[in-house]
């Protein structure tokens, strides 16, 4: 018989209270979201309508790759373009015709705005639906917004996908659907233990080319493989797809729990179960035991950026021994995470929007072994001699299921191995 996991005996967090602030927040826009999106839809380009600053961004953030034929760019509008709209827009359909007209390969065009107070007054679905009108059948074009303003890094590729839902075509076939854009080697991964349960159809939401039988209908039943997706969640409700709540399937624990929901959907048997997962469940607890030894009675500060803070801060409570003070996320959307909240134990502050100010002065007072926090915020606290960990690096690391749980382990105790170090060092 499959283990259960078990909830905390002190009660879990769901119906704990949030501490609610706004005020300045220090993350990074949902154009970051780009740079994973352009590997996974491998026809898909994504237009940035954008300044200088969104070309930088993307420019580093992608690092120093250069395509012969890159997926994504920046349609630099100068301020001058902008003063006229109606020459804006015939300036956008200039880019967008010769772009089509080079690259025939592309299928889905995404026009993505961003801050500038000129670009958000483009109306930017509107010339997506001129544009597809001109383009159809042979390209689709989208539009969302990854500025800085609306959007938190994670919720670009939330856009990204709650923009595709409406398109997509009926299907009333019984299916169920995964939604994420995960690395490929760790989707197949999740494909091929919910296959070896004989559970199929299974579908996946980004598809990796437009021209795929991806539809969806009152049949389809979807998971969630990312916890940032509520407004894509809340897309796919509305054409009548059923969502399975479920721990997101980070650590041993998580992934058991997230393949259990969909198994007892599709009444998988016990012992089937029990037959696909022993192997990996064995090697994941293994592989968190030796990657987590570092982490024992550590303590960790979260500051909202990824989304991924409630199961993480799960995760590392439950499996890896430490002790979370603050958990921290930009929003926390209980019918996506409230599965997550029912395992965490109560104890941390659970925090939802950020004053910057106020939480580093939490953070500093606490003084945590460790702090997930972006980028912006590591350097000043590492300067205070905290112990920092990226928040970035979740969503560019290969993190979920069992083959990945020692390696997430690993991400958080590598910042505490360096900070002992230094101290070594600077005892010496
Ligand atoms: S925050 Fe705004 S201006 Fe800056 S890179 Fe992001 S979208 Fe562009």
Same mark, same amino acid.
């Given at each position: 018989? /499959?283990?259960?996991?078990?909830?905390?005996?002190?009660?879990? $967090?769901?119906?704990?209270?949030?501490?609610?602030?706004?005020?300045?927040?220090?993350?990074? $826009?949902?154009?970051?979201?780009? !740079?994973?999106?352009?590997?996974?839809?491998?026809?898909?380009?994504?237009?940035?309508?954008?300044?200088?600053? $969104?070309?930088?961004?993307?420019?580093?953030?992608?690092?120093?790759?250069?395509?012969?034929?890159?997926?994504?760019?920046?349609?630099?509008?100068?301020?001058?373009?902008?003063?006229?709209?109606?020459?804006?827009?015939?300036?956008?359909?200039? @880019?967008?015709?010769?772009?089509?007209?080079?690259? /025939?390969?592309?299928?889905?065009?995404?026009? @993505?705005?961003?801050?500038?107070?000129?670009?958000?007054?483009?109306?930017?679905?509107?010339?997506?639906?001129?544009?597809?009108?001109?383009?159809? +059948?042979?390209?689709?074009?989208?539009?969302?917004?990854?500025?800085?303003?609306?959007? /938190?890094?994670?919720?670009?590729?939330?856009?990204?996908?709650?923009?595709?839902?409406?398109?997509? +075509?009926?299907? #009333?076939?019984?299916?169920?659907?995964?939604?994420?854009?995960?690395?490929?080697?760790?989707?197949?991964?999740?494909?091929?233990?919910?296959?070896?349960?004989?559970?199929?159809?299974?579908?996946?939401?980004?598809?990796?080319?437009? #021209?795929?039988?991806?539809?969806?209908?009152?049949?389809?039943?979807?998971?969630?493989?990312?916890?940032?997706?509520?407004?894509?969640?809340?897309? &796919?409700?509305?054409?009548?797809?059923?969502? &399975?709540?479920?721990?997101?399937?980070?650590?041993?624990?998580?992934?058991?729990?997230?393949?259990?929901?969909?198994?007892?959907?599709? #009444?998988?048997?016990?012992?089937?179960?029990?037959?696909?997962?022993?192997?990996?469940?064995?090697?994941?607890?293994?592989? =968190?035991?030796?990657?987590?030894?570092?982490?024992?009675?550590?303590? !960790?500060?979260?500051?909202?950026?990824?989304?991924?803070? =409630?199961? &993480?801060?799960?995760? &590392?409570?439950?499996? $890896?021994?430490?002790?979370?003070?603050?958990?921290?996320?930009?929003?926390?959307?209980?019918? !996506?995470?409230?599965?997550?909240?029912?395992?965490?134990?109560?104890?941390?502050?659970?925090?939802?929007?950020?004053?910057?100010?106020?939480?580093?002065?939490?953070?500093?007072?606490?003084?945590? #072994?460790? /702090?997930?926090?972006?980028?912006?915020?590591?350097?000043?606290?590492?300067?205070?001699?905290?112990?920092?960990?990226?928040? !970035?690096?979740?969503?560019?690391? +290969?993190?979920?299921?069992?083959?990945?749980?020692?390696?997430?382990?690993?991400?958080?105790?590598?910042?505490?191995?360096?900070?002992?170090?230094?101290?070594?060092?600077?005892?010496?």
């Amino acid at each position: 018989m /499959t283990e259960v996991p078990r909830l905390p005996t002190s009660g879990g $967090c769901r119906s704990e209270p949030i501490l609610k602030q706004r005020g300045q927040r220090e993350v990074f $826009c949902g154009l970051t979201g780009i !740079i994973w999106l352009h590997r996974k839809m491998q026809d898909a380009f994504f237009l940035v309508i954008g300044s200088r600053t $969104c070309a930088h961004l993307l420019q580093s953030a992608a690092g120093v790759m250069i395509f012969a034929e890159p997926r994504f760019g920046t349609a630099i509008l100068e301020e001058t373009d902008l003063a006229g709209l109606a020459d804006a827009q015939t300036e956008l359909d200039k @880019v967008v015709d010769q772009l089509l007209a080079r690259r /025939t390969d592309i299928k889905q065009l995404f026009l @993505v705005g961003s801050c500038p107070s000129e670009v958000i007054k483009l109306d930017l679905s509107r010339a997506a639906e001129r544009m597809t009108e001109k383009y159809a +059948p042979s390209v689709r074009v989208l539009n969302f917004s990854g500025s800085g303003i609306e959007t /938190t890094f994670t919720q670009g590729e939330d856009a990204c996908l709650a923009s595709m839902v409406p398109v997509l +075509p009926v299907c #009333d076939e019984r299916q169920l659907l995964l939604v994420g854009a995960l690395p490929d080697v760790v989707e197949e991964q999740a494909v091929a233990l919910l296959s070896a349960m004989g559970i199929q159809p299974i579908k996946v939401l980004p598809a990796p080319r437009s #021209d795929t039988d991806l539809g969806i209908g009152t049949n389809t039943v979807f998971a969630l493989t990312q916890p940032f997706l509520g407004d894509t969640h809340a897309a &796919l409700e509305r054409r009548g797809a059923r969502h &399975l709540p479920a721990p997101f399937p980070f650590g041993e624990e998580g992934t058991t729990a997230w393949l259990r929901a969909i198994a007892d959907e599709f #009444d998988i048997d016990a012992e089937t179960f029990e037959r696909v997962t022993a192997a990996p469940r064995a090697r994941a607890r293994k592989a =968190i035991a030796q990657a987590s030894e570092a982490l024992r009675g550590k303590s !960790i500060f979260f500051f909202p950026d990824s989304q991924l803070e =409630i199961p &993480l801060a799960r995760f &590392l409570t439950r499996e $890896c021994g430490m002790e979370a003070i603050e958990v921290g996320a930009p929003f926390i959307h209980k019918g !996506i995470v409230g599965p997550d909240l029912d395992m965490l134990a109560q104890g941390p502050t659970l925090s939802e929007g950020q004053d910057v100010d106020l939480q580093l002065d939490r953070c500093r007072t606490a003084r945590p #072994d460790l /702090t997930v926090c972006g980028l912006g915020l590591a350097n000043p606290l590492e300067a205070d001699g905290l112990a920092t960990k990226w928040a !970035i690096e979740l969503v560019f690391t +290969p993190v979920h299921f069992y083959e990945q749980a020692g390696d997430l382990a690993g991400l958080f105790s590598r910042p505490l191995r360096r900070a002992t170090l230094l101290k070594l060092e600077a005892a010496e």
